[in-house]
C-alpha cells in the first residue's frame, strides 16, 4: 500500500522560505513520477509541480515558477517542495501526490494522480 506523508509547513512571513518534505513508502519510489498540488479554502485543487522518476526533468505552475522547486532524492523515498520569495497567494495546504502507473508524462491533471498525502499547512503572514 502506497503511503505518502508531508511534512514542513508552517508559518513565514511574505518573502520566506520554507521546505516541504514527502516521505513515501510502499512500492518502489524511484520507478514513478511524483507531484505537489496544493489546496486553498473555497478553491479546487490545483497543480504546482511535478518531478520525473529520475528527477531530470520537471514541471512547475506558472504561478509559482522561479520561486519553487521540487526535487527528490530517490537513495531515501523523499520528495521535496522549495518555497522561495513566499507570496500571500501561496498560502494552502500542499499534498504530495504519485502516479499509479509508470510514465515519462508530468501530468498537471489532479486525476492522473492516485495517491495523495494528508497535507501540510503553509500559511503566510503579511
Known amino acids: 500500500q502506497v503511503q505518502l506523508v508531508e511534512s514542513g509547513g508552517g508559518l513565514v512571513q511574505t518573502g520566506g522560505s520554507l521546505r516541504l518534505s514527502c516521505s513515501a513508502s510502499?512500492?518502489?519510489?524511484?520507478?514513478?513520477?511524483m507531484g505537489w498540488f496544493r489546496q486553498a479554502p473555497g478553491k479546487e485543487r490545483e497543480f504546482v509541480a511535478a518531478i520525473s522518476k529520475a528527477g531530470i526533468t520537471t514541471r512547475y505552475a506558472d504561478s509559482v515558477k522561479g520561486r519553487f522547486t521540487i526535487s527528490r532524492d530517490n537513495a531515501k523515498n523523499t520528495l521535496y517542495l522549495q518555497m522561495n520569495s513566499l507570496k500571500t497567494e501561496d498560502p494552502a495546504v500542499y499534498y504530495c501526490t504519485t502516479t499509479s502507473r509508470t510514465t515519462i508524462v508530468l501530468f498537471t491533471a489532479r486525476d492522473e494522480y492516485a495517491y495523495w498525502g494528508q497535507g501540510t499547512q503553509v500559511t503566510v503572514s503579511s
Open positions: 510502499g512500492r518502489t519510489f524511484s520507478s514513478y513520477t
